[in-house]
């Protein structure tokens, strides 16, 4: 029903600002919440932020908040990972996924794109 990709990742400076991008496809995108996690090499995949169906609401994780900001643009069936002052913890494959409700969990999302590879160096 929902299908992802993300894009945007790469070899990133410490302190640098990318953003993410995730397209979906898929009639319903407007109603689905939206969520970013990521995952480092040996760790569990965890949790990063998320958004509401109509953008009005988000949550992050707090290592990132006042860093990252996450957005939407449901015209572009489009949402976005602006992340700054990028640390090396911060290196790790970043997932976008999609959920019928604004959640934390991993298991409360059906649908998941392949991920994009987020590099730090110094």
């Known amino acids: 029903q929902v299908q992802l990709v993300e894009s945007g990742g790469g070899l990133v400076q410490s302190g640098g600002s990318p953003r993410l991008s995730c397209a979906a496809s898929g009639r319903t995108f407007t109603r689905y919440a939206m969520g970013w996690f990521r995952q480092a090499p040996g760790k569990e995949r965890e949790f990063v932020a998320a958004?509401?169906?109509?953008?009005?609401?988000?949550t992050y994780r707090d290592s990132v908040k006042g860093r990252f900001t996450i957005s939407r643009d449901n015209a572009k069936n489009t949402v976005y990972l602006q992340m700054n002052s990028l640390k090396a913890e911060d290196t790790a494959v970043y997932y976008c996924a999609a959920g019928p409700s604004l959640s934390t969990r991993r298991a409360e999302y059906p649908y998941w794109g392949q991920g994009t590879q987020v590099t730090v160096s110094s």
């Open positions: 958004i509401g169906w109509s953008g009005g609401i988000t």
